[in-house]
């Protein structure tokens, strides 16, 4: 069976994951992403009936450390990768939010 | 191409030792050939001389301290953070990022002696089999530059297979260090899922990226592992165990040792050339006393599915990050919501924008059950297949490519063509599994062939002895 994908299933998913799609981009991503989708239909063969999901491949494996404190990154260090902030109050700038 | 200036890395390491070379001098030596290869090949992102050389003058200056990689140049992929060193991720939304602290594999290798030159290309945030999703352009494959070196650690392989520096860093996530390794020639060694820390690699899929080792040699590849590996207190999926003695497991022996082969994979879509010296390397490893035996992997069909269900939901959550506000691009706007949609859709590239499409819709209400959660149960069948062959065999081997390297081009329009290009590499991925990919042979066109070995959670040592075993019978 072959899945379809419509126009505003795409933008739907579009707005989701934050991405602002041309034309060009909504007309390939509609026909690539049916194609893919169909490919991986495939699983639904697969008996899974009583079988658990992996969350992890070895949930045994976890590892432990002591709760202490530590020195982060310095302040002015990451404020200085930003594309626009307020070194010295020590902020993000950002357009407005409301 | 005619051999560079590096044997191997522990070659080198000697040589140094011995004082019949500096490291300044061993620098020098990989600089001038990336200078003279790497405007045809296009391995580097970023060649940081400057530091390699102040580095290499500190290690000579200090005798007598000499780490396990002393002197050694190393490149590394470029998601992998080196403090003041440029991470793009072969993005255009981390063009000018650059990285406030070292990936712990960084502080490792560093400690070790050994002297980062620099970063190589990559498929953009490792999604990809060519490195032709990089945002910077294609490397280009030693042998033939109108093929693919493979990917995403396509540069890594690169710096490695033209002798620009002896030993290199990928990361591994569906087949991205093993593929590109067996596509030009040389060692690619993915450790147990745990083995290795991920503090400081970009996150792409995080319940199946592992920083791995690209070498010549099986050896240096066991060399950078036990130098690498090892619990690390701030990433708390690397495995609470000692870091190994790999290098003490390659004694040769094979004798008796039990190696499975899932035939049953392999009766369509594999290149016959490949097929041809696939089979060759399984009849050397027999010669070595080792036992051939067929095993099944009843649900490895169902692999590339899984894999590219389950990194894609992993990778439009890891990437939601990149937002605009706290570091890379931003494009400006006039609310935050548009500043958002705006920066990622000009910040990302085609291959990225499909996948976060993917892995949003896979884990978007209603969808949620019948893709994500089918692919994390059937994930555990294929974990289970693996259990069941290692209860008979210690080891598995299948090509690691199911062809030689392909032109540029070939597979870009269709994006299913370019995910099976990791058919035979994805289920020990997803099964958090050892495997190394060593040189087994050429096409009649002259590519590199890869033949992959698998081993048993957190047996790295079996793989590493039979594929050295295997490599010694090839040195002749």
């Known amino acids: 069976m072959a899945s379809t994908l419509t126009r505003d299933e795409v933008l739907r998913i579009a707005a989701l994951a934050r991405l602002e799609l041309s034309e060009a981009e909504i007309a390939t991503f509609t026909r690539q992403l049916a194609d893919i989708l169909t490919y991986v239909e495939a699983l639904q063969q697969a008996d899974t009936t009583g079988i658990p999901a992996t969350s992890h491949v070895f949930t045994t494996e976890t590892a432990w450390r002591d709760d202490t404190s530590a020195p982060s990154l310095d302040r002015a260090t990451v404020l200085a990768e930003a594309p626009d902030a307020e070194v010295a109050a020590g902020l993000f700038r950002v357009p407005k939010v409301l | 191409m005619e051999t560079g200036p590096f044997v191997s890395a522990i070659a080198l390491r000697d040589a140094i030792g011995r004082r019949e070379l500096s490291a300044e001098v061993a620098v020098r030596q990989a600089l001038d050939r990336i200078a003279e290869h790497d405007p045809s090949l296009h391995a580097f992102l970023t060649v940081d001389a400057d530091h390699a050389i102040a580095r290499a003058r500190q290690l000579d200056a200090a005798p007598g301290a000499a780490g396990p990689l002393h002197g050694v140049p190393v490149a590394l992929k470029d998601n992998i953070h080196v403090s003041g060193m440029r991470t793009t991720a072969g993005s255009r939304i981390l063009d000018e990022y650059v990285a406030p602290y070292d990936a712990t594999v960084v502080e490792r290798l560093e400690r070790a002696g050994a002297i980062v030159v620099g970063k190589t290309n990559l498929d953009e945030f490792a999604m990809g089999s060519s490195t032709e999703h990089s945002a910077f352009g294609p490397s280009r494959h030693p042998v033939d530059r109108e093929r693919t070196p493979g990917g995403s650690s396509g540069g890594s392989a690169v710096a490695v297979a033209a002798g620009m520096t002896p030993l290199a860093l990928g990361s591994d996530t569906g087949g991205s260090v093993r593929q590109p390794a067996a596509l030009c020639g040389v060692v690619g060694l993915k450790p147990t899922y745990g083995r290795v820390s991920r503090y400081g690699l970009v996150a792409f899929a995080s319940s199946l990226d592992q920083i791995s080792p690209l070498a010549t040699t099986v050896a240096d590849a066991a060399l ?86 389950v990194a894609t939901a992993e990778a439009s959550s890891n990437l939601a990050r990149y937002d605009g506000v706290r570091y890379g691009l931003r494009e400006d706007a006039s609310t935050i919501g548009e500043m958002y949609d705006r920066t990622r859709s000009r910040g990302f590239g085609a291959e990225v924008k499909r996948r976060l499409m993917l892995g949003t819709y896979v884990l978007s209400a209603g969808y949620y059950d019948a893709y994500y959660l089918k692919a994390q149960q059937v994930r555990t069948l294929i974990q289970r297949d693996f259990e069941r062959a290692f209860a008979q065999v210690e080891a598995i081997a299948l090509p690691t490519s199911p062809t030689a390297a392909f032109k540029l081009g070939e597979r870009t329009a269709d994006p299913i063509q370019m995910y099976l290009a990791d058919i035979f590499t994805v289920g020990a991925s997803l099964a958090g599994l050892p495997a190394i990919s060593v040189p087994c042979g050429t096409t009649n066109s002259r590519l590199p062939v890869g033949l992959q070995l698998i081993g048993q959670a957190w047996d790295e040592a079996t793989v590493l002895r039979l594929g050295g075993a295997y490599e010694a019978t090839r040195a002749t």
Do not use: C, M, Q, W
Request: proline share 8%.
């Open chain 2, 224 to 309: 950078a592992l036990d130098v690498i590996a090892g619990p690390d207190p701030r990433d708390a999926t690397a495995a609470d165990r000692p870091a190994g003695r790999f290098l003490d497991a390659l004694t040769g022996d094979v004798r008796g040792l039990r190696v499975g082969v899932p035939r049953h994979l392999l009766e369509t879509g594999v290149d016959p050339d490949v097929l041809k010296t696939f089979e060759n390397s399984l009849e050397t490893i027999a010669g070595l006393g080792a036992r051939i035996d067929d095993i099944e992997l009843p649900h490895s069909r169902f692999a590339i599915p899984v894999y590219y269900l």
